[in-house]
């Protein structure tokens, strides 16, 4: 899914696109509960659980991203 340089590093390009495209994912979310809200309680009460496991599962999309950027243990060692 992401792509890799020579090093096994996500490309800087891909990294900030992916991440502005899963945080555009999680405010599209956010706005449709808002609009949910707007309209009365059942509208929230129908869809707010559905829309907040999609947000949660959005962030840990983000830490996954953000984990898979960061230098590993093994690595660090390897350059010293």
Do not use: C, H, W
Not at 64 to 70: C, G
């Amino acid at each position: 899914m992401y792509v890799t340089n020579i090093y096994g590093k996500l490309s800087m390009i891909t990294y900030v696109s992916y991440t502005f495209k899963v945080l555009r994912e999680i405010q599209e979310r956010m706005e449709f509960l808002d609009e949910m809200q707007s309209l009365g309680p059942s509208y929230v009460r129908k869809y707010e659980a559905t829309i907040k496991s999609e947000i949660a599962d959005k962030a840990n999309e983000l830490d996954a991203l953000k984990r898979a950027d960061e230098p590993q243990a093994d690595e660090e060692e390897e350059e010293d």
